[in-house]
């Protein structure tokens, strides 16, 4: 079956600093690859996708490339900012129901 | 577009009540799904539609669940007999058909049974 494993967590950053979020992932077929964001009080949003090899979604200055190689979807950001403070799913696509298969998050704090 | 709304945001019952969540999709959205998640973990998949037709269901989902969208817009979620492993935040998502398709997601129902 499909699964998505995230990098243990919480990640406590300095502003500013290098921001990467592993991901990687199994999956029949050719999935879609997502990241979505969780922000304090409200609900998930997309952050950036991928739906084939070697694509890089970008969004806020976040990016992500599409790895088939390596089943991986890394996240990256090169400076975090203190409102960058959230949770953030990796989560995959697959088939025609498209039904999403998550990880389990991990929540980034980001301190001034 | 108003986005996915969610009624109502909360809701506490006691264990053995029934309680119906609803769901109201964007509006040119044929797809409507349903995930559960609780604390800690990500979003499982519980079902999803494609206009009125229920297509897919996970095995998460017992006799105790059961879900409708009967003319293709807005989706309820009924839980029988609560129990107290029930508890979660139930989120709808919606989308159009097709791969690769971004589904947005409604802000939840936080249902704790006691």
């Known amino acids: 079956g499909n699964s998505v494993t995230q990098m243990e967590g919480p990640v406590t950053l300095s502003e500013e600093a290098f921001l990467t979020i592993n991901c990687t992932y199994t999956?029949?077929?050719?999935?879609?690859l997502f990241w979505y964001v969780q922000y304090p009080g409200e609900g998930l949003q997309l952050l950036l996708k991928a739906t084939k090899a070697d694509d890089k979604g970008s969004n806020k200055g976040f990016e992500a490339t599409y790895r088939k190689e390596t089943t991986s979807f890394h996240l990256e950001k090169g400076s975090v900012q203190v409102s960058d403070s959230a949770v953030y799913f990796c989560?995959?696509?697959?088939?025609?129901?498209?039904?999403?298969?998550f990880g389990k998050g991990i929540t980034l704090s980001v301190r001034p | 577009d108003t986005g996915v709304s969610q009624d109502p945001r909360h809701k506490i019952t006691k264990r053995g009540q029934n309680v119906t969540f609803r769901c109201d999709p964007i509006s040119e959205h044929n797809r409507l799904y349903w995930y559960r998640q609780t604390l800690g973990q990500g979003p499982e998949f519980l079902t999803y539609f494609q206009n009125e037709a229920q297509l897919e269901k996970s095995r998460l989902l017992s006799d105790r669940f059961s879900a409708e969208r009967p003319k293709g817009s807005f989706s309820t979620l009924e839980i029988q007999r609560t129990e107290q492993g029930d508890s979660a935040m139930y989120l709808c998502a919606s989308s159009l058909a097709g791969g690769g398709e971004t589904q947005y997601f409604g802000p939840g129902t936080r249902l704790l049974v006691l």
């Open positions: 999956a029949t077929g050719y999935p879609s």
């Open positions: 989560a995959l696509g697959t088939g025609a129901n498209s039904k999403l298969t």
